[in-house]
Structures are given as structure tokens and as C-alpha cells.
């Protein structure tokens, strides 16, 4: 049953890719529906689509903390034409916010982050004692790239075909709190966590188990120049991630980095964290795009 309608979701998308190529521009300001695409580089001889996706839900497990996404994440953009592997290329927003920093609150604030009484090392734990108790408590969790847009891949067959690696993407997390400070981030530009999402099932290493994204359901606007998904799950949870650095400034950061790693249960092997994205997508030709 799941591989027919798989077929069923390939086929549509193939005859949507075909009746895309085939709908003459048609010229308008860019407003209403093609507003959501003012910032993709259409005018760029190799964009050929452009993207505009809105995280709406979900939720990211790193290490022992889970932090749902409550506050929508926006993805924009434009990718090029697939290579004989379907993989495109990625271009960046050409206002620079290719992936929003959109913060989402972490359950518990700093008391739900950081519980002293669970880490074992005695100097630790004092340390933390002494410097979390006290009234900033709410923390925020910022999904950021971590590596530049052009190292973003992307596969449209995969959105929904519900096989294979759909988008490559390559994040870090910011914490944010006024005692961690503004540089507090788990991955980096040199330690990026890097994201293989698919629209399929996973094969994580233990002890997580398989589980499976979903590829949505296909519509079409302004009279079928634009392609759009309700429904879509991209899911990864055999992703790796390192340990905190930054956290609180130098000098600080010597005591609240160990301290986060220490709470948070990072750095964490593959197989020990969890992304869950759950999207809507819209894609155009960024010739349609150009004409609006």
C-alpha cells in the first residue's frame, strides 16, 4: 500500500514538474501568493525554481532535551536544475535570512535545561549550583545555518517521494539566555551538525529506531504556476552532534560549556538525537517567478 501511493506521489509530482515547464508567465506585481518568493535570486541564470517552505511544527531531541518548534522557521531560496541524481543546488536568500533565526522557547526555561543535581562530577556540580541559581531563567533554542546556503542540497523528487535524502542541511543551535550569553552555540561553522532529511524512513544506529517523514499532499496556485504541499515530514534521526562551546564568554565558558554538556548530553553520537520538521511548501519556475 505505502509503495503504490509513493509511485502515486512520484507520478504528480513528475506531471507537476511537466506542467510547470509548459505554463507561459503571465506578467503581475509580485504580490499575494508570489510575495512569498521576493527574496529568491530568480533573476540568476542557474536558479531554476524557487522555494519558499515554513516549518509549522515539530520538534528537535538533542542529546536528553527536546525542544518542539512552536515558532514557524521559515527556508526560501532558489535551486538549480537536478544532476543525473536528481540533487540540486542550493542559492541563498537574497535578503541574507535563507533560514529565519526564529527562536523557540526551551521547555523549563534554564531549570529545564541545566538540572545540577544530575550531574555526577562533584566541582561540577557546585559550580553549577552557584551559578544557576539565580533569576534568568528563560532560555531559547535558535536553529541557524552553520555552513553557507550554497552547501544546502536539495532533492524535489525526494519532498515527497518518501525515498532518499530530500535536503542536506547544515545547522547549529543557539542558546540564547543573558548568563550563556550571545555566543553559546552547539555546532559550528568548522563542527557543523549536518541534517540528511527525507521524506521516507530512517535507518538509524541504536538506540534510536526507524521512523518515518511523510511526503504531503500536492496542490496547485494562480492557476497551476505554483506547486504547493500541505502535509510534508522531513525526518532524520541517525544525525551526530558535538559538544557546547562559547557559552557564557571567555572567561566563563570554561565552567558553563562543560556544565551544558553535561545537562543537555551532548556531544551525542549518532543515533541519540532526532529532527522533525513538519512543513508547507511552495515551489515555482523562477522564469514565473521573474514575470510577476
Known amino acids: 500500500?505505502?509503495?503504490?501511493?509513493k509511485k502515486s506521489r512520484w507520478l504528480c509530482l513528475a506531471a507537476s514538474v511537466a506542467m510547470l515547464a509548459v505554463i507561459a508567465p503571465s506578467a503581475s506585481a509580485?504580490?499575494?501568493?508570489?510575495a512569498k518568493f521576493n527574496n529568491c535570486p530568480s533573476t540568476?541564470?542557474?536558479?531554476?525554481?524557487?522555494?519558499?517552505?515554513?516549518?509549522?511544527g515539530g520538534k528537535v531531541v538533542l542529546g536528553k532535551k527536546t525542544v518542539p518548534i512552536v515558532n514557524p522557521v521559515t527556508l526560501q531560496g532558489g535551486f538549480s536544475e537536478p544532476n543525473e541524481e536528481f540533487v540540486s543546488r542550493f542559492f541563498g536568500a537574497t535578503n541574507g535570512q535563507t533560514l529565519s533565526k526564529t527562536p523557540q522557547p526551551?521547555?523549563?526555561g534554564l531549570t529545564g535545561l541545566v538540572n545540577c543535581k544530575e550531574i555526577s562530577l562533584?566541582?561540577?556540580?557546585?559550580?553549577?549550583?552557584?551559578v544557576f541559581e539565580n533569576g534568568l531563567t528563560g532560555v531559547n533554542a535558535t536553529l541557524e545555518l552553520a555552513r553557507p546556503a550554497s552547501e544546502i542540497q536539495i532533492n524535489e523528487f525526494g519532498l515527497v517521494g518518501e525515498e532518499g535524502v530530500a535536503l542536506r542541511l547544515p545547522v547549529k543551535m543557539h542558546l540564547e539566555n543573558p548568563l550563556l550569553g550571545s555566543t553559546c552555540f552547539v555546532g559550528s561553522s568548522s563542527s557543523p551538525i549536518w541534517w540528511n532529511l527525507t521524506s521516507g524512513e530512517t535507518s538509524p544506529p541504536p538506540p534510536n529506531k526507524p521512523i518515518h517523514g511523510n511526503g504531503g499532499i500536492i496542490t496547485f496556485k494562480e492557476e497551476g504556476e505554483i506547486l504547493h504541499i500541505d502535509g510534508n515530514e522531513l525526518v532524520d534521526n541517525a544525525w551526530s552532534a558535538p559538544g557546547a562551546s562559547g557559552c557564557g564568554g571567555w572567561p566563563a565558558e570554561y565552567i558553563l560549556d562543560p556544565i551544558i554538556n553535561a545537562s543537555v548530553g551532548v556531544p551525542s553520537a549518532a543515533g541519540q538525537n532526532t529532527a522533525i520538521l513538519k512543513n508547507t511548501i511552495d515551489v515555482a519556475l523562477a522564469e514565473t517567478v521573474n514575470a510577476h
Do not use: Q
Not at 1 to 5: F, T
Not at 47 to 56: A, G, H, P, R
Not at 122 to 130: H, I, T, V
Open 106 to 108: 526551551v521547555p523549563g
Open 1 to 5: 500500500m505505502r509503495d503504490h501511493i
Open 122 to 130: 562533584g566541582w561540577l556540580r557546585e559550580s553549577c549550583e552557584a
Open 44 to 56: 540568476n541564470p542557474e536558479v531554476f525554481k524557487c522555494i519558499y517552505s515554513v516549518t509549522t
Open 30 to 34: 509580485h504580490t499575494g501568493e508570489f
